[in-house]
């Protein structure tokens, strides 16, 4: 129902902006007689569109949603192009994680038989860093488990932290998660491409305007003032929505971890070996202010909130790229955290441990 109410609120935001852009339009001919009738919201009704969009952006979110987290995993590109040679670390790469991945299948749906649900994909992503996720749309499961991962955790733990993520499918959190994940995704990535096409329109304005002879640079003005005007008004609204389902979604994915660590020792049958292999996987601590970890993507639906890829930061250049870096970590301070504490999560699988020694003994 969450994800219902945010995406008939993503719908209407999406209607105020389109009236403003379009009742903005008339300022490019220094037409202001219309200017408020284009902005009137009598043109088309509000309801309508509301119950026509939220089912249309609920099946977007089904089908692009699993497509973006793939992607945001570099999951996508891990084939290389024919015409471009691999070399040798490569090939012995793509070696290991087949070989990997066929071991994997096997324990999986060992796992999968205990828990009497279907069998996942398993895509195994060559990674330095411990961890493991699961995404979901209708008709198609997927399991990521990254090398790292298997090399760290023994027997008893790896069997875990699947039974986690199986967990995590049966109870069907993944395909919500999944979903819930491209409203804050798309509501960033607009944010940041309006901010680079504001960004442009400055820079074609001054120095592409030319002389006024044929009322070019006039027209020029018309439009990059009609751009600054909308990036005025729709910069806090998309920053505003972006901020509430993101602050929804990971208190969501807090509440699911729990349930799925339930979840997992019901499959795996011990609650100490979830345990120990969180303690192995929290032993390594990332950090958590990086610009390109702290957005919303794959990172919420990991086992443990640290990112799959470890490419190298730069520093920010520039204004725009200066204010996004101070935007994140900004929000990074004001939003909830994805996952629910490590050593919550331990305590809690501690007492259940405590709990079925005690039902033994008994």
């Not at 994909?121 to 488990?145: C, K, M, W």
């Not at 070019?216 to 018309?222: D, E, F, H, I, M």
Request: proline content about 5%.
């Amino acid at each position: 129902m969450v994800l219902v109410a945010f995406d008939a609120v993503a719908v209407a935001v999406a209607y105020v902006l389109g009236h403003v852009a379009f009742g903005l339009l008339p300022l490019v001919g220094y037409d202001t007689g219309t200017l408020f009738w284009t902005m009137g919201f009598d043109i088309v009704p509000l309801w309508p569109v509301v119950l026509v969009g939220t089912p249309l952006v609920l099946a977007v979110q089904s089908i692009y949603g699993y497509r973006m987290t793939l992607r945001d995993s570099g999951t996508t590109a891990t084939e290389s192009p024919a015409s471009e040679p691999e070399s040798v670390d490569a090939m012995r790469a793509k070696i290991r994680r087949s070989e990997t991945a066929d071991r994997l299948r096997e324990r999986v749906a060992r796992l999968a038989q205990t828990a009497d649900m279907a069998t996942p994909d398993v895509t195994v992503i060559d990674s330095e860093t411990p961890n493991s996720y699961v995404a979901s749309r209708p008709g198609e499961q997927t399991l990521f488990v990254t090398t790292a991962l298997v090399d760290h955790l023994d027997d008893a733990e790896l069997d875990a932290v699947i039974a986690h993520e199986l967990a995590h499918l049966k109870n069907g959190d993944a395909f919500v998660m999944t979903a819930a994940a491209f409203l804050p995704t798309v509501c960033a990535l607009f944010t940041r491409t309006l901010g680079r096409t504001l960004q442009y329109s400055v820079l074609c304005h001054w120095f592409l305007g030319g002389d006024d002879e044929d009322g070019t640079w006039v027209a020029g003005g018309n439009i990059h003032l009609v751009m600054l005007l909308f990036a005025v008004i729709a910069i806090p609204v998309t920053a505003t929505l972006y901020l509430a389902s993101t602050a929804c979604y990971r208190l969501l994915s807090r509440i699911r971890e729990y349930a799925a660590d339930a979840g997992g020792v019901a499959i795996c049958g011990s609650p100490a070996a979830l345990a120990s292999a969180l303690e192995t996987l929290t032993d390594d601590q990332r950090p958590d202010t990086d610009i390109r970890t702290a957005e919303t993507g794959v990172r919420e639906l990991c086992v443990v909130p640290h990112a799959i890829t470890a490419d190298e930061q730069t520093a920010p250049n520039g204004r725009a790229e200066r204010l996004a870096h101070r935007w994140h970590s900004i929000t990074e301070r004001v939003l909830p955290g994805s996952h629910p504490d490590a050593d919550d999560r331990i305590a809690a699988l501690a007492e259940r441990q405590s709990a079925l020694d005690r039902r033994g003994q008994s």
